[in-house]
T-cell receptor, first 113, second 116 residues
Framework: DAKTTQPTSMDCAEGRAANLPCNHS???????VYWYRQIHSQGPQYIIH???NNETNEMASLIITEDRKSSTLILPHATLRDTAVYYC??????????????FGQGTTLQVKP | EPEVTQTPSHQVTQMGQEVILRCVPI?????FYWYRQILGQKVEFLVS????????KSEIFDDQFSVERPDGSNFTLKIRSTKLEDSAMYFC??????????????FGEGSRLTVL
């Protein structure tokens, strides 16, 4: 699975959009981009995933560049409860893949009042 | 909403003792995983399990570790003889069948293991 690079930490004002970048320049054609977050020491929580099209759900939006070498997770109106470590993970899919996720250090997002 | 449940939430044990951590995955899921997170460090993959056998394991998952699905609902992680460095939060996760689902893993809230 391709390696990802994320900033170590970011701040965001409450109520503003949080834009979390991720670089995955070695991503291959059958690999998806997944975003998870971990609030304090809780279990990681799935946020969103995508292949090449932009995706949106009730939690966030995922913008993937046309060359797929980078992506941005957008939390449209960050709240204090969004303070967490956010992980960008690239993973292949298919029957030969056991489905495991490999977590990096992630980005620590601090939402401030 | 269905969830992965783990017990115990916290276990304290003496070095050298055996520990079993239990997980109840989401009922219709077929893929199961254990991860661990040492305090202040990243979440590390231990093992994946499918069709009643280990499908993949990491270097961390040595002979001291074993997993089992003893019945239709539980998924357990056993550490045979605990060491101080096994102190960590252990997360269980499950996932539905490929390729029909989105492939996300659902994690439990974790079991904190403290080895003294």
């Amino acid at each position: 699975d391709a390696k990802t690079t994320q900033p170590t930490s970011m701040d965001c004002a409450e109520g503003r959009a949080a834009n979390l970048p991720c670089n995955h320049s070695t991503i291959s054609g059958n690999e998806y981009v997944y975003w998870y977050r971990q609030i304090h020491s809780q279990g990681p929580q799935y946020i969103i995933h995508g292949l090449k099209n932009n995706e949106t759900n009730e939690m966030a939006s995922l913008i993937i560049t046309e060359d797929r070498k980078s992506s941005t997770l957008i939390l449209p109106h960050a709240t204090l409860r969004d303070t967490a470590v956010y992980y960008c993970i690239v993973r292949g899919r298919g029957s030969s893949n056991t489905g495991k996720l490999i977590f990096g250090q992630g980005t620590t997002l601090q939402v401030k009042p | 909403e269905p969830e992965v449940t783990q017990t115990p939430s916290h276990q304290v044990t003496q070095m050298g003792q055996e520990v079993i951590l239990r997980c109840v995955p989401i009922s219709n899921h077929l893929y199961f995983y254990w991860y661990r997170q040492i305090l202040g460090q990243k979440v590390e993959f231990l093992v994946s399990f499918y069709n009643n056998e280990i499908s993949e394991k990491s270097e961390i998952f040595d002979d001291q570790f074993s997993v089992e699905r003893p019945d239709g609902s539980n998924f357990t992680l056993k550490i045979r003889s605990t060491k101080l460095e096994d102190s960590a939060m252990y997360f269980c996760a499950s996932s539905g069948d490929y390729p029909s689902n989105t492939g996300e893993l659902f994690f439990g809230e974790g079991s904190r293991l403290t080895v003294l």
